[in-house]
């Protein structure tokens, strides 16, 4: 029997508050994925979101299969006890690791680019991608995308939007399936987000993306260790456009006040750019100013293109990054770690030929206990006979589509590398807060 999010015990629990109607995903394969009123509040994010996915215990189990069980305690790999402790707030440990904020951590997230180059990214999409995609044309400059698999699958639009960023020679990474707080998730629920937002782009594309951003930034060393198993990267950012905060009141300690508009959002990034430092995302590894403040040569930036304000804003920091002097270039260019890694995982990787055996829509039977097991491969998800394919050092990964090339503004890479929006519109004044 097939089952979906929209039978059982999720449409029992989630039906006496919704706002909007549970219905299926346009595309019937995956899980519902229309946005609806929580029953309760989960964090202090959100009260309006895609029904959380199911859990399938045998993607745990493949998972750890890649990984050193020993080097990690899965047995201990719980959820957050609560919102503060999820790794989302700037310089605090928490209970499983110290959070990315720490100024004493050698940051295992790419978070700035090198000196001189500058990384636009758009998260929470696919939704106005058409339109970001074309300020992106104008200003021949490239971007990366952190795309939402719920957003993906709730119609063919978006799903159309994720072929032409792959087409035009962007890169895609992932975003989660639901947009949740990876850290307060429980480890089967992790996985489930991943691979569900995979599975979407997979769909599409036929590829798996390395690069992974969290929402709310919230990641911590489990959900670090659970993408190290996988052979993803996280990927946070060092600056802050402030367009999903457009018509709210302005963080304390920047340099604007009062209620953001476009205008004030602009100026910010502006601010940010001549200082070398965003006040809110300065915590990571970088250049101490006079003050004590970690500044960088290189901007690796959070955009978003789900709203007229947030297009709005990016019309004009686009076109300030491409006259900025600064090189534009995709997120695996800024990899400190894995310097040169293509957008995708290889296609004979561990991770990517699991991904190619799992048929959609789940079944009751995908939901019971595993009771498998899996040949050990400590090497990981990116592991291709053993050893960990990054692409051979590329700065971007070829995408089968024409090179991205400068005819002028920015100087540019050369390597070739709206569903949820009228759901959202149906409850849009109660969750313009809803991403970050």
């Known amino acids: 029997m097939q089952l979906t999010l929209i039978g059982l015990a999720v449409a029992a629990a989630v039906a006496s508050a919704q706002t909007v109607p549970l219905q299926p995903c346009q595309d019937p394969n995956f899980p519902a994925c229309n946005v609806i009123q929580l029953p309760a509040p989960e964090d202090p994010y959100a009260s309006y979101r895609v029904p959380k996915p199911p859990t399938v215990p045998k993607w745990t189990a493949f998972v750890k299969s890649l990984s050193d069980e020993a080097a990690y305690p899965w047995a201990n790999l719980a959820a957050m006890p609560g919102p503060a402790d999820g790794g989302a707030t700037p310089g605090l440990a928490n209970a499983k690791g110290a959070a990315w904020g720490t100024k004493e951590n050698a940051a295992t997230e790419v978070y700035t680019c090198p000196a001189g180059k500058w990384a636009l990214t758009f998260d929470d999409?696919?939704?106005?991608?058409?339109?970001?995609?074309?300020?992106?044309?104008?200003?021949?400059?490239?971007?990366?995308y952190f795309l939402v698999g719920s957003a993906i699958v709730n119609n063919a639009t978006h799903a159309q939007y994720v072929k032409d960023i792959y087409d035009n020679g962007h890169q895609i990474a992932l975003h989660s399936w639901s947009h949740r707080p990876i850290s307060l998730q429980s480890t089967d629920a992790v996985i489930s987000e991943l691979f569900l937002n995979i599975l979407a782009i997979y769909k599409v594309i036929g590829k798996v993306p390395r690069y992974y951003r969290p929402a709310y930034s919230a990641i911590d060393d489990r959900v670090r260790y659970i993408l190290k198993s996988m052979g993803l990267r996280p990927v946070i950012w060092n600056m802050e456009s402030l367009d999903a905060a457009v018509g709210t009141t302005a963080p304390a300690g920047i340099d604007i006040t009062g209620i953001v508009t476009v205008e004030k959002a602009v100026a910010h990034v502006k601010t940010i750019f001549k200082e070398k430092t965003d006040p809110r995302?300065?915590?990571?590894?970088?250049?101490?100013?006079?003050?004590?403040?970690?500044?960088?040569?290189?901007?690796?930036?959070?955009?978003?293109?789900?709203?007229?304000?947030?297009?709005?804003?990016?019309?004009?920091?686009?076109?300030?990054?491409?006259?900025?002097?600064?090189?534009?270039?995709?997120?695996?260019?800024?990899?400190?770690?894995m310097p040169g890694a293509d957008f995708y995982l290889d296609d004979n990787s561990a991770l990517v030929q699991f991904i190619k055996t799992i048929n959609l829509p789940l079944t009751a039977a995908d939901l019971e206990p595993f009771t498998g097991s899996f040949t050990a491969n400590p090497a990981g998800g990116a592991a291709v006979g053993g050893v960990v394919a990054t692409g051979g050092g590329a700065v971007a990964s070829k995408t089968g589509s024409a090179a991205v090339t400068a005819t002028g503004g920015a100087a540019v890479s050369t390597t070739k590398s709206s569903g949820l929006r009228s759901a959202v519109a149906l409850v849009a004044s109660a969750i313009s807060f809803l991403f970050i």
């Open 125 to 144: 999409g696919p939704v106005l991608t058409d339109r970001s995609l074309a300020i992106l044309k104008a200003n021949k400059v490239v971007g990366t």
């Open 281 to 337: 995302w300065n915590y990571f590894p970088g250049t101490p100013d006079a003050t004590g403040r970690n500044t960088y040569e290189g901007f690796l930036s959070l955009e978003h293109d789900i709203n007229d304000d947030e297009i709005k804003v990016a019309e004009q920091v686009v076109a300030f990054a491409a006259q900025s002097g600064y090189e534009s270039v995709y997120v695996n260019a800024c990899d400190q770690i």
